[in-house]
C-alpha cells in the first residue's frame, strides 16, 4: 500500500479524525434545564467559589489540550499552523483510543514564544493538561520551561520527553539482551534538536555511563561559542572523555547510537567501528540514519527504526496517552522525572522475559496492556513524589 496516496484519500472521506459528542440527553424541559439554563447557574457559583471545582463539575479533568505552532511538524518542518491540523488531530484520536483522554487540537498562528505562552496560560483554565507538539528547537525549550513555572496543570513537550522515554525503554531492554548494563555504556546521538537533547538529559538521569551528543558539525563542543543556551548545557554534561570531531569518531567503540537527526547519514563503515553486540536505533522519518538491513548486515546486534513496518518501531505513541492518564486520574501539578522515569520502565517491562528478542524489544503500540501499564506507573509515582492532588 502506498500510505501517502491512500491517507489522503482517506483524510477527505472521514473530513476529521475527531468529533465532539454530548455526554448528556437534552431532548425534554427537564433535561435540558438540568444541563443547561436555570440549572447550570449551580455549578458555575460552586466553582467561582473554588475553582478546583472545575476538576469535578466539568469534563476538565480528563481533557488535553494539543497545542503546535506548525514549525516542526513531523518530519515536514515548518508547514505552518493549519498544515500541521491533521497531525494533531491524528494525536488527539490516539489519546482517545488508548489513553480515554478528550484531547483538542489548537494550531496558533505565531512563532513568537512570548505570544504562544501567554495565549496558552490564558486557555489553561479550560483543560488538565498541556502536550505541546511538533515546535521547533530552540524555542520549545523556553515555552515548556515557562508553562511549566507558571502553569499548576502538567505541561509536556512530547517530542523533547516522550520521545526520550519511549528511546529509554528501548534501550533498557536492547541492553538486557546483550548483557550490558547502562553504567557501563557509552551511548552517541545524533541529532541536537528537542529530541536529541531531551534523550540525552534523561539518559544522565538514568545513569548511563556516558552521553556525546552530536549535530551536523560533530560531537558537541562547549567551548564553541555558536552553541545555542540549550546545547551549550547539555554539552557541559556530556563527552565525558571529551572527545572532539564527527560523528564517525564518535561512533568508535561506542555501545549504541540513537539517530534522531536525517536520512543516510550513518555507514556501514561507522556501524562496524561501534563496540561488540552494539545497538542501533536510527529513528529518522521516513529515511533512516542507516536502513535496518544495512545496521544488521554491518554487526548491529539489536536495531530500532521510527517505522511502523520494521521490527522495532521506536514510537512515543506508547508513551503519551499512559502518561497523561496517569497525571490526569490524581490531578498531578506537573510531570517530573520519577514520573517519565516509571513510564519508561512500565514500557520495558511490557515486554516479558521469555518475549524478549532481537526483533521484539518493544510491545506494539496498539498494545493496550502497555498504555494501561504506563497510567498506572505514572499515577504512582506521582503520589510518591508528591505532585499528585488526589
Known sequence: MNYREESLKKHAEWRGKIEITPRVEVDSREKL????????????????????????????????????DGTAILGLGDIGPEAGMPVMEGKCALFKAFGGVDAVPLCLRTKDPEEIVRTIELLSGSFGGINLEDIAAPRCFGIERRLI????????????HGTAIVV????????????????????VINGAGAAGVAIAEFLLKMKVGDVVLCDRQGILDERDGRLPPAQREIALKTNGERRRGLLSGAMKGADAFIGVSGPDCVTKEMVRSMARDAVVFACANPTPEISREDALEAGAAVVGTGSSEKPNQINNVLVFPGLFRGALDVRAKKIDFGMMYAASQAIASCVEEEELGRGYILPYAYDMRAHEAVARAVAAAARASGVAKI
Open 33 to 68: 434545564s438540568l444541563a443547561y439554563t436555570p440549572g447550570v447557574a449551580e455549578p458555575c457559583l460552586a466553582i467561582q467559589k473554588d475553582l478546583e471545582k472545575s476538576f469535578e463539575l466539568t469534563r476538565r479533568w480528563n481533557t488535553v489540550a494539543v497545542i503546535t
Open 149 to 160: 513555572e507558571d502553569l499548576d496543570i502538567p505541561v509536556f513537550h512530547d517530542d523533547q
Open 168 to 187: 529509554a525503554a528501548a534501550l533498557l531492554n536492547a541492553l538486557k539482551l546483550v548483557g550490558k548494563k547502562m553504567e557501563h555504556v557509552r551511548v
